[in-house]
């Protein structure tokens, strides 16, 4: 048994996560492990989650951050020297861990963790890439790059086991986080929003990428919204270095006063509003989880949209449809994602009759309690797991 777990020197660890969503989820389940073993190391690749729980970031997050096929090529030489430096240090007598965890961003963790595995360090891979929506060829990318997969949805780790994959479910960890019943009046008080009357929360992306191929249209179509309902107010979440890029998007379209700009603080803003537009992407899930209508939309580079689409194995692209395996909630994908289709979609939320507003909800309460799991514990007992094996 390693004297980690044994109860000797704690374990040396090792992350990697690659946009704003998978900090999130790294940073919780840090928390797992900072209690199961206090004192543990914990270097990588991370964001501010991350290091607000003592992680030591040896490249930001953001850096790898990208968005799309063709957005990847662009990137990949900077990205792939990434990789290999990390990779080349994680395999060195000074840095290297007793468990790498891969958080996400499967294109790059895959082979690194298939490196590092050959290398004798075991390999946790946590999020399931969605083999069950898009690219079911990666299956054979996980079997060689993980030890053990930590999963997010309950239906996974039985879909991992036929292919020879070991894997848990440890719920997902935004369902643990986000309450039950949010408190719409109080989140309007935290962010300076009125009380009463109508608000959008607009989330074009916490990528550049995203940004650059939706802020507009989102903006666009919060001006016609605006004239259809001149008292709405809209808000927008969004992040110091992305900022500049929003407002430049909102003055385009013609907003003011009605728009306030907030960097971070997404939940509040969902709890906050009445509905939002929305990328595809974690935060739709989010918003199931604060149980509000939402419009979701997706815009990327064409030749990435013709690659995905021949991919697809779901007729939803949303995590809120995918999980209640219904349209629950509009997709404007591509070019249907115009400012006037988005208006009218959310307008029509705006408009829609209470009852219709209760069967959504009712819909996201019970996804919400299917998602609600001691995340960190579960994540640190599977990880403990893996310890006490022998290296691959």
Not at 38 to 43: C, R, T, V
Request: net charge positive; charged share 20%; proline share 7%.
């Amino acid at each position: 048994m390693d004297q980690a777990v044994a109860g000797g020197t704690p374990p040396r660890f090792a992350l990697v996560a690659g946009e704003a969503s998978g900090d999130l989820l790294a940073g919780l389940l840090l928390d797992g492990v900072r209690e199961r073993w206090p004192g543990a190391a914990a270097a990588g690749i991370g964001g501010p989650q991350m290091r607000a729980r003592g992680f030591d970031s040896w490249w930001p997050h953001e850096r790898l951050a990208v968005f799309g096929y063709a957005e990847a090529l662009r990137h990949y030489a900077g990205i792939a020297a990434i990789r290999r430096q990390l990779r080349d240090r994680l395999l060195g007598a000074a840095d290297r861990p007793d468990l790498f965890i891969g958080v996400d961003a499967p294109d790059f963790n895959f082979g690194l963790e298939k490196a590092l595995r050959a290398g004798g360090i075991r390999t946790v891979h946590f999020v399931c890439p969605s083999i069950w929506a898009w690219r079911p060829g990666r299956v054979e990318k996980i079997r060689a790059a993980a030890d053990h997969v930590l999963c997010i949805f309950p239906f996974e780790p039985a879909l991992l086991a036929r292919h020879g994959i070991a894997a848990t479910y440890v719920g997902h960890p935004l369902a643990a986080v986000i309450p039950l019943e949010p408190d719409r009046a109080a989140a309007r008080r935290a962010l300076g929003l009125q009380e009463e009357g109508e608000i959008v929360a607009l989330l074009p992306g916490s990528r550049r990428s995203e940004v650059n191929y939706l802020a507009d249209r989102f903006f666009q179509a919060a001006a016609r919204i605006r004239a259809a309902r001149p008292g709405v107010q809209f808000v927008v979440p969004t992040s110091a270095a992305l900022r500049p890029r929003v407002e430049a998007a909102a003055r385009a379209a013609g907003l003011g006063a009605e728009l306030r700009i907030h960097e971070g603080r997404s939940h509040q803003v969902l709890a906050a509003c009445n509905t939002t537009l929305i990328a595809s992407g974690t935060a739709t899930l989010e918003a199931a989880l604060f149980k509000r209508p939402m419009v979701i939309a997706y815009n990327m580079h064409w030749l990435s949209w013709q690659l995905m689409r021949g991919r697809q194995l779901q007729p939803w692209v949303g995590l809120p449809n995918i999980l209640c395996g219904d349209f629950v909630v509009p997709e404007l994908l591509q070019d249907a994602a115009t400012p006037a289709a988005l208006a009218d979609a959310v307008l029509r939320q705006l408009c829609a009759p209470p009852s219709e507003t209760a069967a959504l909800t009712q819909r996201f309460t019970a996804l919400h309690h299917a998602l609600r799991r001691d995340t960190p514990r579960l994540a640190a007992d599977a990880i403990e797991e893996v310890l006490r094996r022998p290296a691959a």
